[in-house]
């Protein structure tokens, strides 16, 4: 059975400049979330979707946005790119609560 | 305001032996725990969870206990084995915070675990 998938693997962006970072859910998941993960730091939770609504939002700012589809797949979008917004993105789905099963992320580097 | 704790960034164990990694939370809200492994290039993976009717689960090689009372749990590893060599998480949920279901995982820092032959 396929994991959770993250698209892409690897991203390079300019400063000021906007990303979509892509997640599929394993097959019946409903919800995804997302986290930013910082080198040397445990992953921070930056939003839930289940069943195509918002469910929860951490302390990110407004240039983060995030949606789900029909399909139960979800982007994530960053607007005005920092330089502190270098992180590796992951994506988790779960079924039951509160166990959820991270992608391998994609490395976000922002220059 | 760092509500997961893991104080110990690193730990060496030697192989067969028991590996013990622990966890400090302050948010009394929190009322599930997990461990997480990750290797590098890949994302976390679910190891055990336990949730805080229980004070011990079992899986295993794996057993995590938790001490509400000093809101401390631990994750023991018995027998070490060197495929065990990874970053290790714990996280907690407050599963009543509103919106009800809402997911919301807190991390903390991260114990690298390295196994020696």
């Known amino acids: 059975d396929a994991g959770v998938t993250q698209s892409p693997t690897h991203l390079i962006k300019t400063r000021g400049q906007h990303v979509t970072l892509r997640c599929s859910p394993i097959s019946g998941h409903k919800s995804v979330s997302w986290y930013q993960q910082v080198l040397g730091q445990g992953p921070q939770f930056i939003f839930q979707?289940?069943?195509?609504?918002?469910?929860g939002r951490g302390n990110f700012p407004d240039r983060f946005s995030a949606r789900q589809f029909p399909n139960y797949s979800s982007e994530l979008n960053v607007n005005a790119l920092l330089l502190g917004d270098s992180a590796l993105y992951l994506c988790?789905?779960?079924?039951?609560?509160?166990?959820?099963?991270f992608g391998p992320g994609t490395r976000l580097t922002v220059t | 305001d760092q509500q997961v704790k893991q104080n110990s960034p690193s730990l060496s164990v030697q192989e067969g032996r028991i590996s013990i990694l622990n966890c400090d939370y302050t948010n009394s809200m929190f009322d599930y725990f997990l461990w997480y492994k990750k290797y590098p290039a890949e994302g976390p993976t679910f190891l055990i969870s336990?949730?805080?009717?229980?004070d011990k689960n079992e899986d295993g090689r794996f057993t995590v206990f938790l001490n509400k009372s000093a809101k401390h749990l631990s994750l023991h590893i018995v027998p070490s084995q060197p495929g065990d060599s990874a970053v290790y998480f714990c996280?907690?949920?407050?599963?009543?915070?509103?919106?009800?279901?809402?997911?919301?995982?807190?991390f903390g820092q991260g114990t690298r675990l390295t196994i020696n032959p």
């Open positions: 996280a907690a949920i407050d599963s009543m915070n509103p919106p009800p279901g809402a997911q919301k995982l807190v």
């Open positions: 336990i949730s805080s009717i229980k």
């Open positions: 988790a789905s779960s079924l039951v609560p509160y166990e959820q099963y």
């Open positions: 979707y289940y069943e195509k609504e918002e469910r």
